[in-house]
């Protein structure tokens, strides 16, 4: 099963995109939205410096104070 991801922003290669997940883990992306067939959750990220705030539906709030970037 392929995981579909949305994302909307500044610092990503698109403005707008859609990344795919695979199982092995592998991911790949494209430019523009297409829209999940099955809509699990909502998250807002808000990076403050070495900080983020996440909003997310499913899980709530929280704040990292060192968030590990790939």
Do not use: C
């Not at 099963?1 to 592998?26: P, Q, S």
């Amino acid at each position: 099963m392929v995981k579909k991801y949305i994302e909307i922003g500044l610092g990503n290669r698109w403005f707008a995109r859609t990344e795919y997940e695979r199982e092995d883990g592998t991911e790949f992306e494209r430019r523009g939205m297409d829209f999940p067939n099955k809509f699990e959750s909502v998250y807002l990220r808000i990076w403050m410096g070495k900080r983020v705030l996440i909003w997310d539906s499913k899980e709530g709030m929280r704040l990292l104070l060192n968030p590990v970037v790939n």
